[in-house]
C-alpha cells in the first residue's frame, strides 16, 4: 500500500512539475506576455521621455519575464543628462522607469550645461521654466566660476539687474552681460572692489545719460574705467 501511495504522489509531482516547465515555457516565449505600455516617471528637463522609452524598447520586447532590466538600465544611463535609473516591471504587461536627471547650474558653452558640483553634460533642450546664465569658459574656469557666480548674482540683483552671459575673456578676466545687453567687464580680484563700487554708482550714471543706454564698462583700469554710451 505504502508503494502504491508513493508511486502516486510521484506521479502527481511529476506531472505538476511538468505542467509548471510547460507554463514557465510558454509564458517565457518572445510573443506570449508582451509589454504593452512603458511609463516614464520623474522630473524631466534635458531629456525628451520620446528617446527614453526608444532607447529601452530593444529590453523590454521580449515578454513580461524576458525584461532586460540591466542592460535597459545601463543603456539609459549612457543618455547625457540622466544621472539615475530605477526600471519596474508591473504585472501583467507594463514597465516604469524613474528618472533622475543632473541638476543644471548653469548652460555650459554651446550646447552643454553646467552642474552646481562642475560636472557637464549635453543636450539641445533649454528649460522654459527659469532662465540659466550662459557661461563661456574653459574647463579650467569651472572652479571659479561655482566660487564667484553666486557673489555676482546676488551684486547685481540687488540693483535690479540680472545676468544673461559670463564670458572668460583672458586670465582672472570677466565679462557679464546683463539681460538687457549691457556688459560689465572686470577682473576676479575686483568681484569686492571696483565692481560693487561701480553698480552702486551706476543709477546715477544713468541719471546723466538718460537718452543713451550703456554699452559696456570696462573696469580693468588702475585708475577709474571705461564706459561708452550708445543711443538705443
Known sequence: MKRITHAFFLSIFLLLAGTTAWLWHVATLPDSLPIHKVDVVGELHFTDPAVIQDTVLPFVSHGFFNVDITHA?????????????????????????????????????????????????????????????????????????????????????????????????????????????????FTESQTMTTLPEFLKAYPKLREKHPEEKLLYVDMRYNNGFAVRWVKP
Open 73 to 185: 538600465k545601463k543603456a539609459l544611463l549612457s543618455l547625457p543628462a540622466i544621472k539615475d535609473i530605477s526600471i519596474t516591471r508591473h504585472w501583467p504587461d507594463r514597465v516604469s522607469i524613474h528618472t533622475t536627471e543632473y541638476h543644471a547650474f548653469a548652460k555650459w558653452n554651446q550646447n552643454d550645461w553646467l552642474t552646481p558640483e562642475g560636472a557637464t553634460f549635453h543636450s539641445n533642450f533649454v528649460p522654459a521654466d527659469r532662465p540659466y546664465p550662459h557661461f563661456i569658459a574653459l574647463p579650467e574656469d569651472i572652479p571659479t566660476l561655482l566660487k564667484s557666480y553666486p557673489t555676482w548674482h546676488d551684486l547685481f540683483a540687488s540693483h535690479q539687474l540680472h545676468i544673461s552671459t559670463v564670458a572668460s575673456l583672458s586670465v582672472d578676466s570677466w565679462s557679464i552681460t546683463t539681460d538687457n545687453n549691457e556688459q560689465f567687464i
